[in-house]
């Protein structure tokens, strides 16, 4: 049997960018043009009057640059101030500024700080739908606009109530060094990003998400291109500015609970309706336990969906030329990463949380997983019991024939992104006879063979890429029916609940009828909403 823990592959990686800038300095030791003063004579009176006038601007400059501060025009209140105060705010050349000058802002935000979740909707009524729901350490910008603040850097209002507090946050911006050493915390937020940024100055119109290691931790400042870039990958968990990379802090706690986030997808009135009522409410008041992010993606229609959620999914891949489940749920993981997540949760929108357990107990069983699968589907239900542990994945045969995609874990790394690129390829190829798991158990379950919908399906993508490729199984983890509580299960009609584990974590409804399966774990009180 092969154990697929004892090794470890990665994609290729880029070279760190370099961490040395060093200034270059012109050698003017043995210029000919130096003027030298011998025996009492200076330089010669045109000389003389040219340094004086030179002295004289030199001296205008300076007033200059203290007596008039920079200017904002941003509509929120911005309070900027400099470190150092015998420098000037704005350095011409920020490499040769000395290391211990750092720029300072404070801007006016909300914290929110209740117990729980706050929802943030699409339109200033408390009807609207749901865009995201923000955990309770988070923090946020905007405009007030009457009763609701107007989000900035990010869509979407919330309702201004005793759930809010004003407060006013501090923005720095080191050049060496970590924020620690000043006393503050990266800032691990795309919106706080480009907050900050505004405050201190720095000309921006986007934050891009850093993919590379030995970069500063969270928002940081690139100098040498005047970009500015957000890293939320674990790995560089610590790191502080080097070179032209300017870590941007903040005296904010990190909200590390709001790294974890679940995602929740839906398009049409069938699916959205189900959500709105009973999945997205059930998922936020779980996440409100754990102060976990909720990512809403929901339109009423696919190509609605696809343009204003995923359009900047994968630049340069035509999203349309692919299987729409898969790109629905590989779309949602990487918005949930470009908003910062460090591990993301995809549940199906039909889909319920029937307990409140972290779904990072999950994880703990294997740290090093870059993805937590589900092996409990009922298609190959015999093989599928048969799994001889509570976790760990086997030889792929056993997982292409027992995945279940429709609650699966997902790390913020570079190999998670690097697999989910290639199942997003693969799904071009579903209806290749390559692709078939039928072979591979007993009941001639085939994961692309489903009888409404052949050749597609995100399970299909997964398993022929896993087939494709099994070595990828050394970055996954398996969670099987043997486990307690039980990660995910299957859910069917209402006659069958009684056999349902008291011990599930996730429900998935399966059959045609949604509703009847999502209203009977209502009625049973498994499925709670508030």
């Known amino acids: 049997m ?5 090794t470890r592959q990665f994609p290729p990686q880029k070279e760190p960018l370099s961490t040395h800038h ?24 045109p000389q003389y009057w040219v340094a004086a006038f030179l002295l004289l601007a030199a001296s205008m400059m300076m007033i200059l640059s203290y007596g008039f501060p920079r200017q904002n025009n941003a509509a929120m209140e911005i309070h900027t101030v400099n470190a150092v105060a015998q420098l000037p705010a704005v350095a011409t050349n920020e490499e040769q500024v000395s290391f211990t000058v750092k720029d300072s802002a404070v ?8 117990g729980h979740n706050v929802n943030v909707r699409m339109a200033k009524i408390t009807t609207s739908g749901v865009l995201e729901s923000k955990p309770k350490c988070a923090i946020l910008f905007g405009k007030k606009e009457g009763a609701w603040i107007k989000l900035q850097h990010e869509p979407g209002y919330m309702l201004i109530t005793r759930l809010l507090k004003k407060t006013r946050v501090t923005f720095t911006k080191i050049r060496t060094g970590t924020c620690r050493d000043i006393k503050q915390f990266p800032v691990m937020e795309r919106s706080a990003c480009q907050t900050a940024a505004l405050v201190l100055g720095l000309t921006v119109d986007k934050t891009i998400l850093s993919r590379e290691a030995a970069q500063p931790e969270g928002c940081f400042w690139k100098a040498d291109d005047l970009s500015l870039w957000l ?7 610590g790191n502080g500015a080097v070179g032209a990379r300017h870590s941007i802090c903040w005296h904010q706690n990190p909200c590390y609970s709001g790294l974890n986030c679940l995602v929740q997808t839906a398009f049409g009135s069938k699916y959205t309706s189900l959500s709105n009522k009973y999945t997205l409410p059930n998922k936020i008041r779980y996440s409100s336990t754990f102060g976990y992010r909720v990512i809403v993606s929901q339109q009423p229609t696919k190509a609605k969906l696809m343009s204003k959620e995923f359009g900047d999914c994968f630049l340069g891949v ?17 918005k949930g ?23 990072d107990f999950w994880m703990r069983e294997n740290p090093t997983a870059n993805v937590y699968w589900s092996v409990s589907d009922i298609g190959a239900k015999e093989k599928c019991r048969g799994w001889n542990s509570p976790t760990g994945c086997h030889a792929y045969q056993d997982f292409v024939s027992c995945l279940n995609a429709g609650a699966v874990i997902f790390r913020n790394s570079f190999w998670t992104e690097y697999f989910l690129y290639r199942v997003l390829a693969r799904s071009r190829h579903l209806a290749d006879p390559f692709c078939d798991t039928s072979p591979f158990n007993t009941r001639g379950f085939d994961q692309c ?4 919908a052949p050749n597609s399906g995100d399970q299909c993508a997964i398993a022929c890429e896993v087939k494709a490729d099994p070595s990828v199984m050394h970055n996954f983890e398996c969670l099987s029916d043997r486990m307690s509580p039980v990660f995910q299960t299957v859910a069917l009609s209402r006659n069958w609940m009684h056999l349902l584990r008291k011990d599930v974590f996730i429900a998935n409804c399966i059959l045609k009828d949604k509703w009847n399966c999502i209203q009977a774990l209502v009625d049973l009180g498994r499925l709670k909403t508030r």
């Open 2 to 6: 092969t154990n697929y823990r004892q």
């Open 107 to 114: 801007a006016t935000g909300w914290k929110i700080v209740c």
């Open 231 to 237: 890293n939320a990958l674990p790995i560089n968990r």
């Open 318 to 334: 035509n999203l349309n030329e692919l299987d729409v489940q898969t790109v629905l749920k590989i779309c949602s993981i990487m």
């Open 449 to 452: 063979g489903l009888p409404d």
């Open 337 to 359: 990463f470009r908003a910062g997540c460090q591990t993301v949760m995809w549940t199906d929108a039909d889909a319920a949380v029937l307990s409140d357990t972290p779904f």
């Open 22 to 45: 060093p200034d270059e300095f012109e050698d003017i030791a043995n210029r000919e043009d130096l003027v030298h003063w011998r025996h009492g004579l200076g330089m010669p009176k």
